[in-house]
């Protein structure tokens, strides 16, 4: 449905594409010709106990990770992976919504960054290895 959209949207304007927030669903429909995107799912998945990564989805919540002093990713740039560990993060989801915003501040600064390392593959023509 998505390139069907596009392929009859005007190509010099921007498309919109409300309600897509997973991140292998934003490179795909990014390479079918959508600019922009609204979801509330990194801050609604964040209120799971769960962060996004380059591996996938981590659940914090998770007993596991009351043991883990690494950020949620390592080499992840944003505030929350300098500052604090799943171990701290897993500690302050009980109960104390610090944890839920934490979790939210690293999921949006994580699909800010997939729209900008996308958006450079796309300018330096080589999406379809960044896609791999």
Same mark, same amino acid.
Not at 14 to 31: F, K, Q, T
Not at 40 to 47: D, E, I, L, P
Not at 101 to 130: A, G, Q
């Given at each position: 449905m998505v390139a069907q959209c596009t392929a009859r949207l005007p190509k010099d304007k921007p498309r919109y594409l409300m309600g897509v927030g997973y991140p292998e669903d934003i490179v795909v429909c990014a390479m079918l010709g959508c600019d922009m995107f609204d979801c509330v799912f990194a801050t609604r998945t964040a209120r799971f106990g769960c962060a996004l990564t380059r591996y996938g989805s981590l659940k914090l919540k998770k007993a596991e990770n009351r043991v883990i002093f690494t950020p949620i990713e390592e080499g992840c740039g944003c505030?929350?992976? /300098? /500052?604090y560990s799943r171990s701290l993060i897993h500690e302050l989801l009980k #109960? %104390?919504? &610090? #944890?839920v915003h934490l979790i939210s501040y690293h999921n949006v600064y994580? =699909? =800010? %960054? &997939?729209m900008r390392d996308l958006r450079t593959s796309i300018i330096e023509d080589r999406s379809p290895k960044f896609v791999k």
């Amino acid at each position: 449905m998505v390139a069907q959209c596009t392929a009859r949207l005007p190509k010099d304007k921007p498309r919109y594409l409300m309600g897509v927030g997973y991140p292998e669903d934003i490179v795909v429909c990014a390479m079918l010709g959508c600019d922009m995107f609204d979801c509330v799912f990194a801050t609604r998945t964040a209120r799971f106990g769960c962060a996004l990564t380059r591996y996938g989805s981590l659940k914090l919540k998770k007993a596991e990770n009351r043991v883990i002093f690494t950020p949620i990713e390592e080499g992840c740039g944003c505030r929350v992976c /300098k /500052k604090y560990s799943r171990s701290l993060i897993h500690e302050l989801l009980k #109960g %104390n919504s &610090l #944890g839920v915003h934490l979790i939210s501040y690293h999921n949006v600064y994580f =699909l =800010l %960054n &997939l729209m900008r390392d996308l958006r450079t593959s796309i300018i330096e023509d080589r999406s379809p290895k960044f896609v791999k």
